[in-house]
């Protein structure tokens, strides 16, 4: 019976602590005092990672509910005026300013994690780091953060959504958490349940989300022109699972979605999305459980796309003959052919031709005829393209 006992009070005490879940949603405003956040954990244990350190502390609060992680943190600072708060826009250099940070080890496995940081501007910067230690920067969390500066302190929340976490590969209920402070203007970090980076310093906690729907994998494009965007998603349960959602891309109207999934079967979703280079682009894919009305799975990317295609013509006026000539950059390691149109300015097709680049930079010779005053000549390499127009002249020399 002692022995019996003895076990069952060792496992209760190994058993990895619950997150909370809170009552309500906090409002992720920066401001301190709603009430959500008496239902939360208060840590207030944070520690250096050097012998110097200054004597300014933190406390954070969190919590969650079926959807979100909640964090609130108060960072005492000793100039308020100089908080380092460079940042504005996502994905820049905030783990240069003074900031806090979130590191989850979603799958429990101690393999790989993401990160989310926030500045008092509530700019977010967010990243995945592979099981290779690669970090995948495109990775986007989707999380909001709001912040407020106070007499002798910074005050920032945070909202991290749950399904941009992937967690339907967990199924034992533990991640690994830690949380950190950062004053750059001090050069002192500080942190609470593990160390920066370190995944195996990490406090184990309880999170029983069970989430049904995994992404197994995904494919897009980081250039401008029309790509698709393909996802591959999972039901991880042995039932079928119905789900409702949306696909938006920027500048585009939302698209519905409906799908059925048999149990622990995979299906592919296609997009095709435009993408202007040189401006933002957002690609956002949200799923729900339909039986439960809950956020199953959410993607969200934001970037600039660049050009993959730069066609620049020896002369856009030529002799009535002379062939066409342009100097054509690819951004990549060309793999696909380069294919032109020559067209009558009322877009009529009157010749077409295939070159095939084995290198990024390439010379091409077009020729258009003897008859064609004007032309419009197309330019496409995958999903970008670019049209040049011509005017042909005589030659005083014939």
Same mark, same amino acid.
């Given at each position: 019976?002692?022995?019996?006992?003895?076990?069952?009070?060792? +496992?209760?005490?190994?058993?990895?602590?619950?997150?909370?879940?809170?009552?309500?949603?906090?409002?992720?405003?920066?401001?301190?005092?709603?009430?959500?956040?008496?239902?939360?954990?208060?840590?207030?244990?944070?520690?250096?990672?050097?012998?110097?350190?200054?004597?300014?502390?933190?406390?954070?609060?969190?919590?969650?509910?079926?959807?979100?992680?909640?964090?609130?943190?108060?960072?005492?600072?000793?100039?308020?005026?100089?908080?380092?708060?460079?940042?504005?826009?996502? &994905?820049?250099?905030?783990?240069?300013?003074?900031?806090?940070?979130?590191?989850?080890?979603?799958?429990?496995?101690? $393999?790989?994690?993401?990160?989310?940081?926030?500045?008092?501007?509530?700019?977010?910067?967010?990243?995945?780091?592979?099981?290779?230690?690669?970090?995948?920067?495109?990775?986007?969390?989707?999380?909001?953060?709001?912040?407020?500066?106070?007499?002798?302190?910074?005050?920032?929340?945070?909202?991290?959504?749950?399904?941009?976490?992937?967690?339907?590969?967990?199924?034992?209920?533990?991640?690994?958490?830690?949380?950190?402070?950062?004053?750059?203007?001090?050069?002192?970090?500080?942190?609470?349940?593990?160390?920066?980076?370190?995944?195996?310093?990490?406090?184990?906690?309880?999170?029983?989300?069970?989430?049904?729907?995994?992404?197994?994998?995904?494919?897009?494009?980081?250039?401008?022109? $029309?790509?698709?965007?393909?996802?591959?998603?999972?039901?991880?349960?042995?039932?079928?699972?119905?789900?409702?959602?949306?696909?938006?891309?920027?500048?585009?109207?939302?698209?519905?979605?409906?799908?059925?999934?048999?149990?622990? $079967?995979?299906?592919?979703? +296609?997009?095709?999305?435009? $993408?202007?280079?040189?401006?933002?682009?957002?690609?956002?894919?949200?799923?729900?459980?339909?039986?439960?009305?809950?956020?199953?799975?959410?993607?969200?990317?934001?970037?600039?796309?660049?050009?993959?295609? &730069?066609?620049?013509?020896?002369?856009?006026?030529?002799?009535?003959?002379?062939?066409?000539?342009?100097?054509?950059?690819?951004?990549?390691?060309?793999?696909?052919?380069?294919?032109?149109?020559?067209?009558?300015?009322?877009?009529?097709?009157?010749?077409?031709?295939?070159?095939?680049?084995?290198?990024?930079?390439?010379?091409?010779?077009?020729?258009?005829?003897?008859?064609?005053?004007?032309?419009?000549?197309?330019?496409?390499?995958?999903?970008?393209?670019?049209?040049?127009?011509?005017? +042909?002249?005589?030659?005083?020399?014939?």
């Amino acid at each position: 019976m002692k022995f019996l006992l003895l076990m069952m009070l060792t +496992t209760a005490a190994l058993a990895a602590p619950a997150i909370p879940i809170l009552p309500c949603e906090p409002d992720i405003d920066g401001r301190p005092g709603d009430p959500a956040w008496e239902a939360a954990v208060c840590q207030t244990d944070f520690r250096s990672t050097q012998e110097y350190s200054s004597p300014y502390q933190a406390k954070v609060w969190y919590g969650r509910n079926q959807t979100h992680f909640f964090a609130a943190f108060r960072c005492e600072h000793g100039d308020v005026a100089n908080i380092v708060q460079k940042c504005r826009e996502k &994905d820049s250099a905030v783990y240069f300013d003074d900031c806090v940070e979130v590191f989850f080890d979603a799958t429990g496995q101690r $393999q790989d994690y993401y990160q989310i940081l926030a500045n008092v501007q509530g700019a977010i910067y967010d990243q995945y780091v592979d099981r290779h230690g690669r970090n995948i920067i495109s990775w986007d969390s989707d999380a909001r953060a709001a912040g407020s500066i106070l007499e002798g302190e910074f005050y920032l929340e945070l909202s991290i959504p749950l399904a941009s976490l992937n967690f339907a590969g967990n199924r034992s209920g533990e991640i690994g958490l830690a949380l950190c402070r950062t004053l750059n203007y001090y050069k002192d970090w500080k942190y609470v349940y593990g160390k920066y980076h370190q995944i195996d310093t990490w406090t184990r906690f309880a999170l029983p989300v069970q989430l049904p729907l995994s992404l197994e994998d995904f494919q897009g494009s980081r250039f401008g022109g $029309q790509h698709n965007w393909r996802f591959t998603v999972k039901n991880t349960l042995p039932q079928p699972l119905t789900l409702t959602g949306s696909f938006q891309a920027s500048g585009e109207q939302e698209l519905p979605l409906q799908l059925s999934l048999p149990a622990g $079967q995979s299906q592919e979703l +296609t997009f095709a999305v435009q $993408q202007p280079p040189g401006i933002r682009t957002e690609i956002r894919l949200l799923l729900q459980n339909r039986a439960e009305q809950r956020e199953v799975l959410r993607f969200y990317r934001a970037f600039i796309p660049e050009k993959l295609l &730069d066609a620049i013509p020896l002369s856009t006026v030529l002799y009535r003959g002379e062939d066409f000539q342009a100097e054509v950059y690819i951004n990549e390691a060309p793999d696909a052919p380069l294919q032109t149109q020559v067209l009558t300015p009322d877009r009529r097709v009157i010749r077409e031709q295939k070159f095939q680049p084995d290198q990024r930079r390439s010379h091409i010779s077009l020729p258009l005829g003897a008859d064609l005053r004007q032309a419009i000549i197309i330019l496409q390499y995958k999903g970008s393209s670019q049209d040049v127009k011509i005017t +042909t002249v005589d030659s005083p020399w014939r």
